[in-house]
């Protein structure tokens, strides 16, 4: 295949060309640069980074740790509040979080590298091997988890900690969830995500059934029915979709597939990509999609947002990452209608929006990309069946501040929940949340009624 | 353009900036080095008794400490006086003063304690066209094993004798340095000046252990398996070489004497320090060893630069301008009062002055205010102990400032006197001294 061919196909690129474009985005730190780096830190009182991290991190701390030449130390400190700490340190939009509150921000607009620490810190750990955990004394109690996501791994490692047996229902072929599947492939290299599911699993008493599908598999009320409580880590397993002319044609595909195509492929240049791309949405997907067309050989990507850039949810920094990759993000421009030739994809007529009294409108105005193929990226939404009567809302299951849903002995996080931001970091926090919450559901439960002076 | 020029003890230098005696000083190639580069001065690696030379050990003969990205804060080490042959030595000396003779250029010497030792080597040091010689009386490690180096600086008698040699058989100008391994300063210092001592410097390098080998269980630097205590220099030592410094300059019994200074100098700021509190000019080692010779510009340009945006126009209008404000804790006037004040713009809300305070000090900065993040100062309870300007990483961003005589301090409730009101005479002190009728 010719680097220029039109249509979708693979193989645009030389072999080497694929392994530099997939490669770690940003390579871990050596010891040296971890020192400089870990100097920066101020080892602030109350530290802003430590509240702005969902998983409350000491990140003071372990960065303390780090620049006293304690590694290990550092990666405990991360690993106690996270044990996906070596994925959040690869995939968290730090920007927004932790390294936002910085107050280094404040002092020479350039914050302390924390993400980049967290992950020199636990990728010596896990390197290693080195477990900071082991498995409590056994309760008796058996815990049924669906999704073998970051919200469902964390819970099942906590109550592991506590002493309860996990069992994880998991319908696909490799546990991870979005950190198997849905990660862009140059920020989860050598086949990180399997690498700390294996490591989180080394605590023992955690058992994973993949192919098992909720709804057609079993229904909630068959696992309340079976275990001592359930957590449902289910995410969010539907896609937005256009509702629009020419949606059905060739080249029109859901970037979620995309990228997990991508991820799961064992040579890149096997997966097909378009000479002319267009991703449509604003969020991170958008910005995964887009980048990975670019590097796999695409000539042309553009990210059409129907809003401004202040209201895209993609960080600045993967806004900027995909400008540096050479994609086009094009704002205030709405879908109207695919045009196709032949039954495939030949291009996208959009149409200019504004915002007029705080609603989004079409001004009229319409234009046409060419494109022969068109990733859709306008968000996932909640799908799942066999949860009986749990109550939701907008779409989401609620959830109270302890991960509770409305039925009993039922409990819920990620980003299938109506609470934080759907990020692997908040799913994490979630499920090692509900964990506690149900080890104290046991512990009140196993307490007599009434007690005896 | 401020006038650098030194004169010390009549010896004369384009600036105040001399190498110290120690491995950058060790020979012509390095000393010649160091004049292209700019140096004022040198003073030449110690020289011993003429016979077999010293040796060195043949490991490491530095340790370290470093603080942010590895700087390097302290530096130790166990070398010993010149290992080379003296005749070279002095035929090297003689050459390079020949070549710079607008460079000071002054000799170390560190013989045993006979008279016949001083008497020899002093003519031969002499003879090389050196502008003076310094007495080493301050290593701290080897030498003063055999009744050398500090050995000798920590009897004032002795020392008093050796200069006394000295003056007797040379008509080169004598700087006697001292070591800070001694319980007060003031005491050689004062035996230097009974024996004619031209000039004293220091401080000589204080006995150290810089870090242990956890591994081997042993002193760093480790040689063989064991290590021995060494000598510590570099920016760490600067703070007590500075208040020995001024110890000298402000005692009654030293007042006036030349002091060269010596301790981790190594930006011009530090040299001014030096010389306002009593130094005519200064040695530095460390900083050379660390940066290489070239940093002696920056000294130059930084202390030129500086003089000339306060007017100062030559080391004269600076030197000892500091001593007359160094006084003795119980001199210090009681009915001042400062606060700290925290400039909310510049604050970056770390919270250290915070935590500093609340955890170890006086419990007088907020953490919170209204729910926010917040530190401001409660004057209620502020003491003015400066800690919280310490901690800050943000320059200026906590300053003390001093509350006007007739305001209210609101910890004590008391009006600030306008009046000076020592220890001396203070009410709680048994010893006050009752005024005069």
């Known amino acids: 295949m010719h680097r220029l061919g039109s249509g979708i196909a693979g193989g645009r690129l030389a072999p080497a060309e694929y392994e530099q474009n997939f490669s770690d985005l940003h390579p871990r730190f050596d010891k040296h640069e971890a020192l400089v780096a870990s100097d920066r830190c101020y080892f602030c009182h109350d530290a802003p980074c430590m509240t702005a991290c969902p998983t409350e991190i000491d990140i003071p701390l372990f960065i303390r740790q780090i620049s006293t030449a304690n590694p290990l130390g550092a990666a405990r400190t991360i690993f106690s509040q996270n044990i996906l700490g070596g994925m959040c340190a690869r995939v968290c939009p730090t920007e927004t979080l932790c390294e936002q509150a910085c107050v280094r921000n404040t002092a020479e607009d350039r914050p302390v590298d924390i993400g980049r620490l967290q992950r020199y810190a636990t990728d010596i750990a896990m390197e290693q091997n080195r477990q900071f955990f082991h498995r409590g004394a056994a309760t008796g109690k058996t815990i049924a988890i669906i999704g073998a996501g970051p919200a469902g791994l964390a819970c099942a490692h906590r109550l592991a ?26 920020k989860a290299t050598d086949d990180f995500a399997q690498k700390e599911v294996d490591y989180l699993l080394a605590i023992g008493g955690i058992e994973i059934r993949n192919g098992q599908a909720l709804g057609r598999d079993f229904s909630l009320q068959d696992l309340t029915a079976d275990y001592d409580a359930v957590f449902l880590g289910i995410g969010l397993a539907g896609v937005n979709g256009l509702g629009l002319e020419g949606e059905e044609l060739s080249g029109v595909n859901d970037a979620v597939d995309f990228i997990a195509f991508l991820r799961q492929a064992d040579n890149k240049a096997d997966v097909p990509i378009g000479r ?10 958008a910005i995964d999609a887009a980048v990975q067309a670019k590097l796999l050989g695409a000539e042309e990507v553009t990210i059409c947002y129907r809003r401004g850039k202040e209201h895209m ?75 009986g009567a749990l109550a939701m809302e907008k779409g989401r299951i609620v959830v109270d501040d302890h991960c509770r849903t409305s039925m009993e002995r039922v409990y819920a996080g990620g980003d299938c929940v109506n609470r934080g931001e759907d990020l692997t970091v908040s799913a994490v926090a979630h499920g090692r949340d509900a964990a506690e919450a149900i080890h104290s559901a046991f512990a009140v439960a196993g307490q007599p009624a009434v007690a005896v002076a | 353009m401020a006038d650098l020029r030194n004169n010390f003890v009549g010896i004369k230098s384009p600036n105040p900036f001399w190498l110290a005696s120690a491995p950058p000083t060790d020979k012509a190639y390095n000393v010649e080095r160091a004049f292209k580069a700019g140096w004022g001065g040198v003073v030449w690696k110690t020289l011993g008794s003429e016979g077999p030379p010293v040796v060195n050990v043949n490991g490491p003969r530095y340790g370290a400490i470093w603080g942010a990205d590895r700087r390097l804060l302290g530096l130790n080490n166990i070398e010993l006086i010149t290992d080379r042959p003296l005749q070279i030595n002095l ?138 205590h060494g000598g510590y220099c570099g920016p760490a030592v600067k703070p007590i070489a500075l208040n020995m410094v001024s110890e000298i300059a402000r005692d009654p019994e030293t007042y006036g004497l030349p002091i060269s200074g010596i301790g981790g100098v190594t930006t011009w700021r530090d040299a001014a320090e030096f010389l306002v509190l009593g130094a005519g000019n200064v040695q ?18 930084g202390l030129s630069d500086w003089m000339d945006e306060k007017g100062h126009r030559s ?13 003795d804790w119980k001199y210090l006037n009681l009915n001042y009062v400062a606060k700290a004040h925290i400039d909310q713009d510049a604050c970056i809300k770390c919270g250290r002055c915070h935590i500093a305070c609340e955890d170890t000090s006086h419990q007088a900065i907020t953490s919170m205010v209204n729910g926010v993040r917040h530190f401001e100062v409660m004057e209620d309870e502020c003491v003015g102990c400066n800690l919280c300007v310490n901690v800050c990483p943000v320059e200026n961003c906590i300053t003390m400032v001093g509350l006007e005589p007739g305001t209210l301090d609101q910890r004590t409730g008391k009006m600030v006197e306008p009046t000076y009101a020592n220890w001396t005479t203070h009410p709680n002190n048994p010893m006050a001294q009752v005024a005069a009728e």
């Open chain 1, 313 to 387: 949810n993609a960080s600045e920094f993967e806004q900027d990452l995909a400008a540096s990759k050479g994609v086009t993000i094009r704002h205030w421009l709405a879908p109207k209608r695919i045009l196709g030739k032949d039954g495939a994809v030949a291009g996208i007529e959009l149409e200019y929006t504004a915002l007029r009294d705080g609603h989004l409108v079409g001004t009229g105005e319409t234009g046409v990309i060419a494109a022969d193929q068109i990733f859709k990226a306008i968000g996932q939404s909640f799908k799942a069946s066999g949860l």
């Open chain 2, 91 to 228: 035929q090297e000396m003689k050459q390079v003063k020949m070549n710079w003779p607008d460079r000071a250029l002054i000799a170390s010497i560190m013989v045993p304690c006979v008279e016949e030792e001083w008497k020899a080597i002093l003519p031969l040091v002499e003879e090389t066209g050196a502008d003076g010689i310094e007495l080493n009386f301050g290593c701290p490690h080897g030498m003063s094993e055999r009744g050398m180096g500090s050995a000798v600086g920590q009897v004032p008698e002795y020392i008093e004798m050796v200069v006394r040699w000295c003056k007797q058989y040379t008509r080169m100008p004598v700087i006697t340095k001292l070591t800070p391994n001694i319980t007060d300063i003031r005491n050689p210092a004062r035996a230097a000046k009974r024996g004619g001592t031209d000039a004293v410097s220091l401080i000589n390098t204080i006995n150290s252990i810089v870090s242990v080998d956890l591994d081997n269980f042993a002193p760093v630097p480790t040689v063989g398996g064991k290590g021995s």
């Open chain 1, 161 to 186: 900690m506590h002493g309860h047996t996990a069992v994880i229902f998991d319908a696909r072929e490799k546990a991870g969830g979005l950190n198997e599947y849905g990660i862009a492939t140059y």
């Open chain 2, 315 to 327: 080391l004269d209008d600076i030197t000892g301008r500091a001593v007359p404000n160094v006084t």
């Open chain 1, 276 to 285: 002319r791309v267009v991703v449509l949405g604003g969020g991170m997907t």
């Open chain 2, 284 to 301: 530095v080692c460390t900083a050379a060893m660390t940066y290489g010779f070239k940093i002696v510009q920056e000294m130059i340009s």
